[in-house]
Protein backbone atom coordinates (compact mmCIF):
# COMPACT_ATOMS: atom_id res chain seq x y z
CA UNK A 1 0.00 0.00 0.00
CA UNK A 2 1.47 3.84 -0.46
CA UNK A 3 0.32 5.29 2.91
CA UNK A 4 0.08 9.02 3.87
CA UNK A 5 1.52 9.95 7.09
CA UNK A 6 0.29 13.48 8.33
CA UNK A 7 2.40 15.15 10.95
CA UNK A 8 1.58 18.59 12.25
CA UNK A 9 4.73 19.86 13.30
CA UNK A 10 8.35 19.29 12.38
CA UNK A 11 9.88 16.49 11.23
CA UNK A 12 12.34 14.61 12.54
CA UNK A 13 12.41 14.24 15.21
CA UNK A 14 9.33 12.28 16.41
CA UNK A 15 10.40 8.36 18.01
CA UNK A 16 6.42 6.77 17.88
CA UNK A 17 6.42 8.39 13.80
CA UNK A 18 9.99 7.06 12.95
CA UNK A 19 9.30 3.53 14.48
CA UNK A 20 5.57 3.42 12.71
CA UNK A 21 6.98 4.39 9.68
CA UNK A 22 9.58 1.39 9.96
CA UNK A 23 7.49 -1.19 10.69
CA UNK A 24 5.31 -0.18 7.99
CA UNK A 25 7.70 0.31 5.37
CA UNK A 26 9.76 -2.94 6.61
CA UNK A 27 6.23 -4.67 5.59
CA UNK A 28 6.53 -3.67 2.45
CA UNK A 29 4.23 -0.44 2.43
CA UNK A 30 5.70 2.98 0.42
CA UNK A 31 5.55 5.64 3.72
CA UNK A 32 4.55 9.57 3.01
CA UNK A 33 4.83 12.02 5.67
CA UNK A 34 3.67 15.15 5.42
CA UNK A 35 4.56 17.58 7.49
CA UNK A 36 5.81 21.50 7.92
CA UNK A 37 9.28 22.78 8.41
CA UNK A 38 9.71 25.39 11.15
CA UNK A 39 13.71 25.37 10.67
CA UNK A 40 15.85 24.96 7.39
CA UNK A 41 14.57 21.82 5.57
CA UNK A 42 14.02 20.78 2.33
CA UNK A 43 10.43 20.88 0.92
CA UNK A 44 10.70 17.12 -0.12
CA UNK A 45 13.49 14.36 1.17
CA UNK A 46 13.96 10.94 0.57
CA UNK A 47 14.83 9.42 3.96
CA UNK A 48 15.09 5.63 5.19
CA UNK A 49 11.89 4.55 5.55
CA UNK A 50 9.74 7.55 3.59
CA UNK A 51 9.25 10.04 1.68
CA UNK A 52 9.21 13.11 3.62
CA UNK A 53 6.71 16.22 2.06
CA UNK A 54 6.65 19.89 3.98
CA UNK A 55 4.96 22.74 3.03
CA UNK A 56 6.36 25.85 4.39
CA UNK A 57 3.95 27.55 7.24
CA UNK A 58 3.80 31.13 7.91
CA UNK A 59 3.92 32.65 11.31
CA UNK A 60 0.40 33.94 11.40
CA UNK A 61 -0.73 30.53 10.61
CA UNK A 62 1.34 28.54 12.73
CA UNK A 63 -0.16 30.65 15.18
CA UNK A 64 -3.71 30.12 14.33
CA UNK A 65 -3.58 26.60 14.77
CA UNK A 66 -5.03 27.30 18.48
CA UNK A 67 -8.10 28.74 17.13
CA UNK A 68 -8.16 26.33 14.67
CA UNK A 69 -12.11 25.10 15.60
CA UNK A 70 -12.68 29.21 15.65
CA UNK A 71 -10.99 30.65 12.61
CA UNK A 72 -10.19 27.54 10.38
CA UNK A 73 -7.34 28.85 8.83
CA UNK A 74 -5.02 26.18 10.16
CA UNK A 75 -7.31 23.56 8.52
CA UNK A 76 -7.22 25.60 5.14
CA UNK A 77 -3.50 25.45 4.97
CA UNK A 78 -3.87 21.77 5.25
CA UNK A 79 -6.11 21.06 3.39
CA UNK A 80 -4.60 22.14 0.31
CA UNK A 81 -1.65 20.55 1.16
CA UNK A 82 -2.68 17.33 1.83
CA UNK A 83 -5.55 17.35 -1.46
CA UNK A 84 -2.23 17.97 -3.37
CA UNK A 85 -0.21 15.02 -2.18
CA UNK A 86 -3.53 13.34 -2.34
CA UNK A 87 -3.73 13.96 -6.68
CA UNK A 88 -0.17 13.70 -7.21
CA UNK A 89 0.34 10.14 -5.11
CA UNK A 90 -3.13 8.43 -5.12
CA UNK A 91 -2.15 7.19 -1.66
CA UNK A 92 -4.15 3.67 -0.78
CA UNK A 93 -4.48 5.10 3.00
CA UNK A 94 -4.16 8.10 5.32
CA UNK A 95 -2.72 7.94 8.79
CA UNK A 96 -3.34 11.39 10.80
CA UNK A 97 -1.10 11.33 13.90
CA UNK A 98 -3.65 13.05 16.72
CA UNK A 99 -7.04 14.98 16.87
CA UNK A 100 -6.89 18.75 15.59
CA UNK A 101 -6.40 17.58 11.67
CA UNK A 102 -8.32 14.17 11.83
CA UNK A 103 -11.18 15.91 10.30
CA UNK A 104 -8.83 17.81 7.69
CA UNK A 105 -7.85 13.51 6.52
CA UNK A 106 -11.40 12.42 6.97
CA UNK A 107 -13.02 14.49 4.55
CA UNK A 108 -10.51 14.11 1.69
CA UNK A 109 -10.74 10.36 2.86
CA UNK A 110 -14.40 10.42 2.07
CA UNK A 111 -13.90 12.09 -1.43
CA UNK A 112 -11.45 10.08 -2.62
CA UNK A 113 -12.67 6.85 -1.11
CA UNK A 114 -9.53 5.72 0.95
CA UNK A 115 -9.31 4.32 4.07
CA UNK A 116 -8.44 6.54 7.41
CA UNK A 117 -6.69 5.85 10.93
CA UNK A 118 -6.17 7.87 13.70
CA UNK A 119 -3.32 7.45 15.43
CA UNK A 120 -4.04 9.54 18.77
CA UNK A 121 -0.73 10.47 20.85
CA UNK A 122 -2.96 11.49 23.70
CA UNK A 123 -6.06 12.63 24.85
CA UNK A 124 -6.12 15.91 22.63
CA UNK A 125 -9.50 17.78 25.01
CA UNK A 126 -7.75 16.36 28.33
CA UNK A 127 -4.54 18.29 27.22
CA UNK A 128 -6.13 21.50 26.48
CA UNK A 129 -7.73 21.57 29.58
CA UNK A 130 -3.98 21.44 31.73
CA UNK A 131 -2.21 23.75 29.12
CA UNK A 132 -1.25 27.06 29.87
CA UNK A 133 -2.15 29.21 26.50
CA UNK A 134 -5.81 27.65 27.02
CA UNK A 135 -6.57 28.80 30.36
CA UNK A 136 -6.27 32.38 29.52
CA UNK A 137 -9.76 34.93 28.90
CA UNK A 138 -8.53 35.22 25.20
CA UNK A 139 -7.53 30.99 24.75
CA UNK A 140 -11.02 29.94 26.22
CA UNK A 141 -12.54 32.33 23.60
CA UNK A 142 -10.28 30.77 21.01
CA UNK A 143 -10.59 26.91 21.38
CA UNK A 144 -13.01 26.39 23.90
CA UNK A 145 -12.88 22.61 25.18
CA UNK A 146 -16.51 21.90 24.32
CA UNK A 147 -15.70 22.51 20.51
CA UNK A 148 -13.03 19.89 20.77
CA UNK A 149 -14.87 17.49 22.80
CA UNK A 150 -17.76 17.99 20.36
CA UNK A 151 -14.92 17.26 17.30
CA UNK A 152 -13.24 14.38 18.95
CA UNK A 153 -16.78 12.67 19.27
CA UNK A 154 -17.90 13.89 15.59
CA UNK A 155 -14.22 12.76 13.72
CA UNK A 156 -13.77 9.43 15.58
CA UNK A 157 -16.59 8.11 14.12
CA UNK A 158 -15.31 8.75 10.83
CA UNK A 159 -12.31 6.43 11.17
CA UNK A 160 -11.69 3.07 10.16
CA UNK A 161 -9.25 2.50 12.95
CA UNK A 162 -8.27 4.39 15.92
CA UNK A 163 -5.26 3.95 17.27
CA UNK A 164 -3.95 4.57 21.03
CA UNK A 165 -0.84 4.05 23.28
CA UNK A 166 -3.17 2.46 26.69
CA UNK A 167 -5.98 0.54 27.39
CA UNK A 168 -7.58 3.45 29.41
CA UNK A 169 -7.29 5.41 26.59
CA UNK A 170 -9.38 2.38 24.56
CA UNK A 171 -11.42 1.85 27.33
CA UNK A 172 -12.39 5.66 27.37
CA UNK A 173 -13.30 6.04 23.73
CA UNK A 174 -15.32 2.74 24.02
CA UNK A 175 -17.36 4.95 26.83
CA UNK A 176 -17.52 7.45 24.29
CA UNK A 177 -20.08 4.76 21.89
CA UNK A 178 -16.72 4.10 19.28
CA UNK A 179 -16.91 0.87 17.79
CA UNK A 180 -14.37 -1.32 19.98
CA UNK A 181 -13.21 -3.42 16.78
CA UNK A 182 -11.72 -0.26 15.00
CA UNK A 183 -9.70 1.03 18.10
CA UNK A 184 -6.24 -0.88 18.76
CA UNK A 185 -3.39 -0.13 20.85
CA UNK A 186 0.19 0.23 19.73
CA UNK A 187 1.78 1.81 22.98
CA UNK A 188 5.27 4.14 23.16
CA UNK A 189 7.55 1.31 23.95
CA UNK A 190 10.89 1.04 23.47
CA UNK A 191 12.30 -0.13 20.12
CA UNK A 192 15.19 -2.47 21.21
CA UNK A 193 17.29 -2.51 17.50
CA UNK A 194 17.80 1.14 18.20
CA UNK A 195 18.04 1.91 21.64
CA UNK A 196 21.38 0.49 23.75
CA UNK A 197 22.39 0.74 27.37
CA UNK A 198 25.80 0.52 28.79
CA UNK A 199 26.32 -0.54 32.38
CA UNK A 200 28.73 2.09 32.84
CA UNK A 201 29.84 2.18 36.54
CA UNK A 202 28.73 4.93 38.45
CA UNK A 203 31.37 7.83 38.80
CA UNK A 204 29.98 9.38 41.91
CA UNK A 205 28.55 8.67 45.41
CA UNK A 206 25.53 10.43 45.90
CA UNK A 207 22.11 9.00 45.12
CA UNK A 208 20.76 10.65 42.21
CA UNK A 209 17.32 11.14 41.17
CA UNK A 210 16.78 11.72 37.33
CA UNK A 211 14.30 13.93 35.79
CA UNK A 212 14.28 14.26 31.86
CA UNK A 213 11.43 16.36 30.16
CA UNK A 214 9.15 19.76 29.52
CA UNK A 215 9.40 21.95 32.98
CA UNK A 216 5.91 22.92 33.11
CA UNK A 217 3.41 22.97 36.06
CA UNK A 218 1.44 20.00 35.39
CA UNK A 219 5.09 18.05 35.37
CA UNK A 220 5.00 17.95 38.94
CA UNK A 221 8.58 18.70 39.53
CA UNK A 222 7.57 21.19 42.38
CA UNK A 223 6.37 18.60 44.19
CA UNK A 224 9.89 16.67 43.90
CA UNK A 225 11.26 19.78 45.16
CA UNK A 226 9.40 19.51 48.27
CA UNK A 227 9.71 16.37 49.22
CA UNK A 228 13.61 16.72 49.05
CA UNK A 229 12.92 19.72 51.50
CA UNK A 230 11.43 17.59 54.15
CA UNK A 231 14.40 14.70 53.68
CA UNK A 232 17.06 16.84 53.17
CA UNK A 233 18.66 16.70 56.80
CA UNK A 234 18.68 12.77 56.98
CA UNK A 235 19.31 11.82 53.67
CA UNK A 236 22.49 14.24 52.82
CA UNK A 237 23.55 11.98 49.72
CA UNK A 238 20.07 12.17 47.99
CA UNK A 239 20.73 14.73 44.65
CA UNK A 240 18.39 15.41 41.39
CA UNK A 241 19.35 15.86 37.98
CA UNK A 242 16.68 17.81 35.90
CA UNK A 243 17.26 17.53 32.50
CA UNK A 244 14.91 20.37 30.05
CA UNK A 245 13.43 23.35 29.74
CA UNK A 246 9.56 25.23 30.31
CA UNK A 247 8.06 27.73 31.36
CA UNK A 248 7.64 26.81 34.72
CA UNK A 249 11.97 26.57 35.43
CA UNK A 250 12.35 29.79 37.00
CA UNK A 251 9.49 29.48 38.98
CA UNK A 252 10.73 25.90 39.86
CA UNK A 253 14.49 27.64 40.51
CA UNK A 254 12.56 30.07 42.72
CA UNK A 255 11.23 26.95 44.71
CA UNK A 256 14.96 25.47 45.02
CA UNK A 257 15.90 28.62 46.83
CA UNK A 258 13.23 29.35 49.05
CA UNK A 259 13.63 25.16 50.43
CA UNK A 260 17.33 25.51 50.50
CA UNK A 261 17.75 22.98 47.64
CA UNK A 262 20.14 24.88 45.48
CA UNK A 263 23.53 22.31 46.47
CA UNK A 264 20.65 19.16 46.22
CA UNK A 265 19.09 19.92 42.97
CA UNK A 266 21.11 20.95 39.30
CA UNK A 267 19.69 22.21 36.04
CA UNK A 268 20.72 20.86 33.38
CA UNK A 269 18.78 22.47 30.90
CA UNK A 270 17.99 20.94 27.56
CA UNK A 271 20.54 18.38 26.89
CA UNK A 272 21.08 15.97 23.19
CA UNK A 273 19.76 12.55 23.41
CA UNK A 274 22.86 10.48 23.42
CA UNK A 275 24.02 12.71 26.99
CA UNK A 276 20.91 12.58 28.11
CA UNK A 277 21.16 8.82 27.99
CA UNK A 278 24.80 8.77 29.41
CA UNK A 279 23.19 11.03 32.19
CA UNK A 280 20.53 8.47 33.11
CA UNK A 281 22.83 5.22 33.29
CA UNK A 282 24.90 7.11 35.99
CA UNK A 283 21.55 7.74 38.03
CA UNK A 284 19.84 5.74 40.80
CA UNK A 285 16.15 6.73 40.42
CA UNK A 286 14.12 8.03 37.85
CA UNK A 287 11.30 10.18 38.12
CA UNK A 288 7.83 10.75 36.11
CA UNK A 289 6.13 12.88 38.69
CA UNK A 290 2.94 14.36 36.43
CA UNK A 291 -0.11 15.50 38.39
CA UNK A 292 -2.84 13.48 37.84
CA UNK A 293 -5.60 14.32 35.33
CA UNK A 294 -7.77 12.96 32.61
CA UNK A 295 -4.96 13.70 30.48
CA UNK A 296 -2.27 12.07 32.17
CA UNK A 297 -4.62 9.23 33.48
CA UNK A 298 -4.51 8.59 29.55
CA UNK A 299 -1.59 8.21 27.99
CA UNK A 300 1.86 6.69 28.78
CA UNK A 301 5.37 8.48 27.94
CA UNK A 302 7.88 7.02 26.36
CA UNK A 303 10.95 7.47 28.82
CA UNK A 304 9.02 4.95 31.22
CA UNK A 305 10.19 2.32 29.05
CA UNK A 306 13.69 3.54 28.47
CA UNK A 307 13.92 4.53 32.69
CA UNK A 308 13.21 0.68 32.76
CA UNK A 309 15.15 -1.18 30.64
CA UNK A 310 18.02 0.96 31.90
CA UNK A 311 17.21 -0.81 35.02
CA UNK A 312 16.67 2.18 36.93
CA UNK A 313 13.43 1.84 39.15
CA UNK A 314 10.85 4.71 38.63
CA UNK A 315 9.10 6.61 41.47
CA UNK A 316 6.08 8.17 39.56
CA UNK A 317 3.12 9.38 40.87
CA UNK A 318 -0.31 7.77 40.07
CA UNK A 319 -1.12 8.41 37.23
CA UNK A 320 -3.21 5.44 35.88
CA UNK A 321 -1.30 3.75 33.00
CA UNK A 322 2.36 4.42 34.74
CA UNK A 323 1.00 3.20 38.09
CA UNK A 324 -0.92 -0.19 36.68
CA UNK A 325 2.71 -0.71 34.13
CA UNK A 326 5.15 -0.85 37.52
CA UNK A 327 2.56 -2.09 39.79
CA UNK A 328 2.42 -4.95 37.36
CA UNK A 329 5.93 -5.50 36.79
CA UNK A 330 7.32 -4.32 39.85
CA UNK A 331 9.77 -1.63 38.94
CA UNK A 332 9.33 0.88 41.28
CA UNK A 333 7.66 2.86 43.74
CA UNK A 334 3.86 4.84 43.20
CA UNK A 335 2.77 7.80 45.41
CA UNK A 336 -0.15 10.03 45.42
CA UNK A 337 -0.08 12.36 42.94
CA UNK A 338 0.93 16.26 44.94
CA UNK A 339 1.72 14.79 47.53
CA UNK A 340 5.40 15.52 48.95
CA UNK A 341 4.72 13.90 52.16
CA UNK A 342 4.39 10.73 50.68
CA UNK A 343 7.24 11.13 48.59
CA UNK A 344 9.39 12.23 50.91
CA UNK A 345 8.70 8.69 52.50
CA UNK A 346 10.01 7.25 49.32
CA UNK A 347 12.74 9.11 49.55
CA UNK A 348 13.70 8.26 52.90
CA UNK A 349 13.32 4.69 52.27
CA UNK A 350 14.99 3.78 49.22
CA UNK A 351 17.90 0.97 49.54
CA UNK A 352 20.41 -0.66 47.00
CA UNK A 353 18.97 -3.79 47.68
CA UNK A 354 14.92 -3.04 46.33
CA UNK A 355 16.95 -0.79 43.78
CA UNK A 356 18.63 -3.97 42.28
CA UNK A 357 15.45 -5.54 42.08
CA UNK A 358 12.97 -2.92 40.75
CA UNK A 359 15.95 -2.24 38.06
CA UNK A 360 16.23 -6.27 37.23
CA UNK A 361 12.80 -6.61 37.11
CA UNK A 362 11.77 -3.45 34.49
CA UNK A 363 14.73 -4.63 32.94
CA UNK A 364 13.28 -7.82 31.64
CA UNK A 365 9.68 -6.88 31.44
CA UNK A 366 10.78 -4.62 28.83
CA UNK A 367 13.02 -7.39 26.76
CA UNK A 368 9.84 -9.72 27.24
CA UNK A 369 6.63 -7.77 26.75
CA UNK A 370 6.77 -3.72 26.63
CA UNK A 371 9.19 -3.38 23.36
CA UNK A 372 7.62 -2.11 20.08
CA UNK A 373 8.66 -5.68 18.56
CA UNK A 374 5.24 -6.18 20.04
CA UNK A 375 3.07 -2.98 19.27
CA UNK A 376 5.08 -3.09 15.73
CA UNK A 377 2.82 -6.38 15.28
CA UNK A 378 -0.65 -4.93 16.16
CA UNK A 379 0.04 -2.18 13.75
CA UNK A 380 0.53 -4.23 10.90
CA UNK A 381 -1.94 -6.22 11.41
CA UNK A 382 -4.40 -3.31 11.25
CA UNK A 383 -2.90 -2.61 7.39
CA UNK A 384 -2.81 -5.87 6.64
CA UNK A 385 -6.35 -5.80 7.14
CA UNK A 386 -6.63 -2.75 5.30
CA UNK A 387 -4.81 -4.27 1.93
CA UNK A 388 -7.39 -7.00 1.95
CA UNK A 389 -10.48 -5.04 1.99
Known amino acids: ?6 LDHEFPPDIRVENEMETLSEA ?15 EYEKGETCHIHRRAISGLVYKSSVAALTFPMYFTFWRRFITRLVRQFRFDAIHVHDLPLAEVAAGICRKNNIPLTVDLHENWPAYLRISRHTKSLMGRFLSPNRKWI ?13 IVVV ?5 RLIQLGLDPSTIHVVSNTLNLKHFS ?17 GLTYHR ?23 LGEGSYKVKLQEICAQLGLEDRVIFHGWIPYEKMIEMLIQADYALIPHLKSDHTDS ?12 KKPVISSDCVPVARIIRETNAGYIYPSRNSDDLAKIFQNVNEKERNRFGYNGARWVQQRFNW ?14 SIR
Open 1 to 6: MRILMI
Open 28 to 42: GHEIHLACFPRQHRP
Open 150 to 162: KYERQVLHMADNI
Open 167 to 171: DEARE
Open 197 to 213: ISETPATHSDVILFYAG
Open 220 to 242: GIQVVLKALAIVKDTNPDLKCWI
Open 299 to 310: TIPHKLFQYMYA
Open 373 to 386: NHDSSVLKEIYSNL
